[in-house]
């Protein structure tokens, strides 16, 4: 049996909301629009096509895709000059003990992000887990972002797994919806606010049982 986790990568994997943040405002007072912290909240975790036309009402395809295209080229190297570590990009807390213990058990493990690809390797190359992933499905392997479940559908087939032994990791709403949509068990973290209507929600990933996995695992082929 192929079991697999299915990992979204920001602010599940690494906190990169701040570099983000700064590539976005940037690139926007470029294009002439004063972007505000609340406003880049609002719309953080949603594909570039989807959040440049709340920004700039009418703005055309061409423009959409050069301003999204500047701003991950501007995050990053953001993100490769400041580094993994203190002050840069770092995995958040159980992060790293988990993929590391679930390639030891067997478990084939991919990225499954609204991310663009670019973005996801320097990721993964700034942290230094890239080598523990067997598939990578990024924004550009889909026509449709999450609630949409084509993302974690993908990236559960590139590992030759079925949706009932695949778990998925998010942090957001509309990734624990898409993965209900797949029929696959979800883990969400989230560290403030509500709990994530997963099937196991926790704040951090360090607080996550020692079986958390083959406990969901079983439940869900169990169905």
């Known amino acids: 049996m192929t079991k697999s986790v299915l990992w979204d990568l920001d602010g599940t994997l690494v906190d990169s909301e ?6 976005w405002r940037d690139s926007m007072a470029a294009a002439g629009v004063s972007l505000s912290h609340e406003q ?12 440049v036309p709340q920004w700039i009402p009418g703005a055309t395809p061409e423009r959409i895709d050069e301003i999204a295209a500047g701003k991950e ?36 493990q991919a990225i499954a992000s609204s991310a663009p690809r670019e973005n996801v390797a320097a990721v993964l190359a ?10 990578l499905v990024a924004a550009e392997d889909v026509t449709a972002g999450k609630p949409d479940p084509q993302v974690f559908l993908t990236a559960a087939a590139r590992l030759g797994s079925p949706p ?13 919806e898409a993965a209900r949509r797949a029929g696959m068990a979800s883990i969400g ?9 997963a099937n196991l929600a926790v704040s951090s990933l360090a607080d996550l049982p ?14």
């Open 164 to 176: 009932a032994h695949s778990i998925v990791v998010e942090d957001a709403p509309a990734g624990i």
């Open 18 to 23: 701040q570099f983000h943040w700064l590539a």
């Open 126 to 135: 700034v942290i230094g887990l890239a080598s523990f992933f067997q598939a």
């Open 40 to 51: 880049f909240l609002k719309t953080f975790g949603l594909r570039n096509d989807a959040i």
């Open 73 to 108: 080229r501007l995050y990053r190297r953001l993100i490769r000059e400041a580094g993994s570590g203190a002050g840069g990009l770092a995995p958040l807390p159980g992060a790293r003990e988990w993929i590391e213990r679930l390639a030891l058990d067997g478990w084939r």
């Open 210 to 223: 020692p079986d958390a996995f083959s406990s969901l695992l079983r439940s869900n082929t169990a169905l």
């Open 189 to 197: 973290v989230r560290l403030a606010g509500p709990p994530l209507a």
